[in-house]
């Protein structure tokens, strides 16, 4: 059996400082910590605070009441069933939990295709419904996504909080996923390796196959958004002072973008 | 009673997970899958996960996992390991080697949804037509 890693340290700085010298190949790729910690305590003052009629009112915007409880579900420091039992107690009736139970449904649904198809997850599970033949995708990450270089404010702000912090925001996640798939045309495996290296919460059932819900491989259409949609949630912070806002690709009437986007797809229906 | 080690695992970090809860008194072990760290994993998770780590009553090691699995169990004169359930394809595989040489039980979590309920998996509208309705009730006592 291999030498035990160490288990006592006297803080945090000390517990990092070890972590680099054991893992020197993740240390040089990137040597960023999370201010998120990990553990069950963590994950309990979070669930105490759970809110469930706040979160179905606000979770759509960046700084909505979300409950920051994804990367403690991901790696089973608190189940399914405890954060819905939290919920319930937490309201006076059952069916004002219910937004935050259909989001943890959500999990538990990519946890039973994973069971069911394994590795899998990594190939397309329907064609593309964009229009688009799948070799219309580049394979690669490209550079500015990855260092947070497009000039878009809003983009280069999710890729440096992707990975400066290892979390961002549902709507974050769909945007910069709708971007690089959509408008960057990339292939969704790219993206998806990328989020499952940083993200703490990077599960490669959940994050694969919402890759492909985005992309539309397990979904009917494409998921993609506007300018205006993404205004409004992020509070405008960062079309405010946008150095490309002259130029912004989500800008505009919706039926032209979608033209754009998808030349070959009959128009969308309205909305 | 059978000799038995825990192996803890990055999808149950639980102090009360279901195998940690059934065999308390057993010397438990994580192993980093050198493997998986090959896979570009970021230092951030690393000190996530060995955060969750440091609550947990486990003896930490870095290799193949079966193979560590397999060497602390043998180190702790055990014939039988226990785990708690994932739905990960490298866990099903890890829990075949170690099926070659030990006992492996599996313990399932409380679960979200009753168990043995068959669910339409093609969208997740129709799966949660389904579970939707179930997910709402709390979990009854004794699964908790």
Same mark, same amino acid.
């Given at each position: 059996m291999s ?5 006592s ?9 070890y ?5 020197p190949?993740?240390a040089a ?10 553990g069950?305590?963590a ?6 605070r759970?809110n ?6 606000t ?13 403690y ?11 819905r039992?939290a919920?319930?107690?937490?309201v ?5 939990a219910g ?5 943890? =449904? ?7 295709v ?7 997850i ?18 690669a990450?490209?550079d500015?996504?990855?260092? =947070? ?20 925001h549902n ?5 910069l ?6 408008w960057?045309?990339v ?5 998806a390796?990328?989020f499952?290296e940083?993200?703490?919460d ?12 985005v ?6 259409k494409?998921?993609w ?10 509070g ?11 130029d912004?690709?989500f ?5 032209v973008l979608y ?12 909305r | ?29 994580f ?5 998986l ?6 230092l ?17 090691v ?8 397999a060497a ?11 785990t ?11 829990c ?22 068959p ?10 037509q ?11 006592p004794?699964?908790?």
């Amino acid at each position: 059996m291999s030498a035990p890693l160490r288990r006592s340290f006297a803080d945090r700085a000390d517990l990092v400082a070890y972590v680099r010298e054991q893992f020197p190949e993740a240390a040089a790729r990137d040597a960023t910590v999370s201010p998120i910690r990990g553990g069950q305590r963590a994950a309990r003052e979070r669930l105490a605070r759970l809110n469930p009629v706040r979160y179905a009112a606000t979770r759509n915007a960046l700084d909505g009441a979300v409950t920051g409880l994804s990367p403690y579900l991901r790696h089973g420091v608190i189940g399914l069933a405890e954060v819905r039992d939290a919920a319930l107690a937490a309201v006076r009736r059952a069916a004002d939990a219910g937004k935050l139970i259909n989001e943890l =449904g959500w999990r538990d649904y990519w946890q039973r295709v994973y069971r069911q198809i394994g590795r899998g997850i990594w190939r397309d599970r329907e064609p593309l419904k964009t229009g688009w033949p799948a070799s219309a995708y580049a394979a690669a990450l490209p550079d500015d996504v990855a260092q =947070g270089t497009t000039g878009l404010a809003c983009i280069d702000a999710f890729s440096q909080q992707l990975r400066d912090t290892g979390y961002l925001h549902n709507h974050a996640r769909l945007w910069l996923a709708a971007y690089l798939v959509h408008w960057r045309r990339v292939r969704w495996q790219a993206g998806a390796r990328w989020f499952l290296e940083h993200l703490l919460d990077g599960d490669p059932a959940s994050n694969n196959l919402s890759w492909q819900w985005v992309a539309s491989s397990f979904s009917s259409k494409p998921y993609w958004f506007d300018r205006d949609n993404l205004e409004r949630l992020s509070g405008g912070r960062f079309c405010r002072g946008c150095p490309r806002a002259g130029d912004c690709p989500f800008a505009g009437d919706r039926a032209v973008l979608y033209r754009r986007l998808f030349p070959q797809l009959p128009p969308e229906a309205p909305r | 009673m059978t000799p038995t080690v825990v192996w803890v695992h990055g999808d149950c970090l639980a102090p009360d997970g279901p195998a940690l809860r059934a065999f308390p008194a057993a010397p438990a072990v994580f192993v980093w899958d050198d493997a998986l760290l090959r896979r570009r994993l970021s230092l951030k998770r690393i000190v996530f996960i060995y955060e969750c780590l440091l609550e947990l009553p486990v003896t930490i090691v870095r290799g193949s996992v079966a193979a560590e699995v397999a060497a602390f169990a043998a180190a702790h004169g055990a014939r039988r390991v226990a785990t708690s359930d994932s739905v990960s394809p490298g866990f099903a595989a890890i829990c075949r080697r170690l099926a070659a040489t030990l006992t492996v039980e599996v313990l399932a979590p409380p679960p979200f949804i009753p168990p043995d309920v068959p669910l339409d998996l093609r969208r997740f509208s129709r799966y949660w037509q389904q579970a939707g309705p179930l997910a709402l009730q709390p979990t009854p006592p004794d699964d908790a």
